[in-house]
C-alpha cells in the first residue's frame, strides 16, 4: 500500500516534465551536446569531482537499465541531490498536503472544462482503464496525464512485482543502504505551485491531446523511453520544447527552474562529490542544466553515450 501512494505521489510531482509530443529534430547549438545520461562536473575550484545524472521518472521495469559508469559515479559521492528531498516523499504529513492540492479549488471538475463530446472520451478512456470518473473528477487534469496513455497503471507499485520502476527510488534506496545524505534542489511545494501556475484548462487541453494520442500509433510513454534508452537528451529537450501542451510553458516548467538550481548546486559542490539526479529534460538545451553549468565555468564531461552500452 505504502509503494503505491509513493507511486501517486511521483505522478503528481514529476508529469509535467516527462509529457512530450511527437520528437523533432534539435537545434544546432543543442547537437552540439554527445547523447549521454552521466556526466562528470570539475573545475570552478571543484577539490573533487561531482556527478550529473539525468533520470526519467517512471519507466518500465523491463526498459530499465543503468547507464554506464553510473553506480560507480554514485558510490564516489559523498551525498545525493534530487529534485526534491525524497525523504519528503516518506514524511506523512507532507504526503497528505500533497494529495489535498491535487484537487482543483472552487469545486471545479473534469466536466466543467469539456464540451459533452470530448468529455465523454475522457470519461471513456478511464472507464476502459478501469478508473471510473467519480474517483478523478476533482483532480487536476495534469495530474491524470500520466495515467492516460494506458503505459503506467494507477495500481502498479515502484518495484515488487509491479510493471513501474522509478530511478529516483532506486536512488534513494541506495542512499540509504549507503547511508548518504540526500537532499533537494527545491521543495516539494514549489513544485506543485508551478503546476497551480497553468490554467485549469490547458492542463484539461494537455490531458485530452495525451489521450487522443495514446489511441494512435505514436504513443508519448514510449517513444519518452525509447529517447530515454538512446540518452538523446538533446531530442529530449526539443520534444519537450516543442509540445503543444506546454506550449509557452517553458519558462516555468523548464528553464527557469534549471536556472534557479545552478547556485544551489554550486554551493552543495563545495562542500564535498554530489551525485545529482534530476530529469533527463533538463539536461540539454541552451538553457538546459550542463549548458548553465559551463557558462559558469565548470567543466562537464559526458561520461555514457548509447554507444557505450547499458550496463555499469
Not at 108 to 129: A, P, Q
Not at 218 to 228: L, R, S
Request: proline share 3%.
Amino acid at each position: 500500500m505504502r509503494n503505491r501512494l509513493i507511486f501517486f505521489l511521483f505522478a503528481l510531482l514529476f508529469i509535467a516534465c516527462g509529457t512530450s509530443k511527437n520528437a523533432t529534430t534539435s537545434s544546432d547549438a543543442a547537437a552540439e551536446l554527445p547523447s549521454a545520461l552521466l556526466w562528470k562536473i570539475e573545475g570552478n575550484g571543484l577539490e573533487q569531482p561531482s556527478y550529473l545524472f539525468g533520470t526519467i521518472h517512471l519507466i518500465t521495469s523491463d526498459d530499465f537499465f543503468w547507464p554506464r559508469g553510473t553506480l560507480g559515479a554514485f558510490e564516489s559521492a559523498s551525498s545525493v541531490v534530487f529534485e526534491i528531498d525524497m525523504d519528503d516523499m516518506f514524511d506523512l504529513s507532507k504526503q497528505m498536503a500533497l494529495m489535498t492540492k491535487a484537487f482543483m479549488n472552487d469545486g471545479m471538475t473534469l466536466k466543467d472544462l469539456y464540451s459533452e463530446e470530448d468529455y465523454e472520451v475522457v470519461r471513456s478512456h478511464f472507464d476502459g482503464m478501469g478508473l471510473p470518473m467519480f474517483f478523478l473528477e476533482r483532480l487536476k487534469p495534469m495530474f491524470l496525464t500520466v495515467f492516460a496513455s494506458g503505459d503506467v497503471e494507477l495500481g502498479a507499485g515502484l518495484g515488487g512485482g509491479g510493471n513501474m520502476k522509478s530511478y529516483e527510488m532506486e536512488l534513494f534506496e541506495l542512499s540509504q543502504q549507503s547511508e548518504k545524505e540526500v537532499e533537494g534542489l527545491e521543495s516539494i511545494e514549489f513544485q506543485m505551485s508551478v503546476f497551480d501556475s497553468i490554467p485549469y484548462q490547458v492542463q484539461a487541453d494537455m490531458l485530452l491531446e495525451t489521450i487522443k494520442m495514446a489511441d494512435s500509433e505514436g504513443d508519448t510513454f514510449k517513444q519518452m523511453i525509447d529517447m530515454y534508452k538512446q540518452q538523446d537528451i538533446n531530442r529530449m529537450v526539443s520534444a519537450m520544447s516543442e509540445d503543444e501542451g506546454i506550449e509557452g510553458y517553458d519558462d516555468l516548467l523548464l528553464n527557469n527552474r534549471n536556472a534557479n538550481w545552478i547556485p544551489v548546486m554550486a554551493e552543495k559542490m563545495k562542500k564535498g562529490p554530489v551525485f545529482f539526479a534530476v530529469g533527463a529534460g533538463h539536461l540539454g538545451g541552451e538553457e538546459g542544466v550542463v549548458r548553465l553549468l559551463q557558462k559558469e565555468g565548470y567543466s562537464l564531461e559526458a561520461l555514457s553515450t548509447a554507444k557505450d552500452g547499458t550496463h555499469n
